[in-house]
């Protein structure tokens, strides 16, 4: 399932959670993520992020299809953004200067 939404610039707390059969979410105007928002969304691997400033906690906990990402704008990685995302091999942000000691916990590899 892909959902589109252009004009799109912020997703809302838990907006997508559990919506396993997620896997493509695009938005160019996107710059901030919810708490959970996409939390257990197994199915999602593609994302519009280059205008991403914001990820709240557990942003993308158990989205175990998600292997590569890159923030151009994203300068925190909060507690459990990442939890459990098995796959993800590669997370790329360009003015990062702070990642929570748990934002990757339960990733089978290490991801920055």
Known sequence: QLVNCPICTEIQDQAFEFCSSLKCFLSNQLTEIGLSAFFGCFSLSKLSTSRVEKIS???????????????????????????????????????????????FDGCEKEVL
């Open 57 to 103: 906690m557990r942003s993308f906990s158990s989205c175990h299809s998600l292997v590569d990402l890159h923030f151009c704008r994203l300068k925190e990685i909060p507690s459990c953004a990442f939890q459990r995302c098995q796959s993800l091999r590669q997370v790329c942000c360009e003015q990062l200067v702070r990642v929570e000691p748990d934002a």
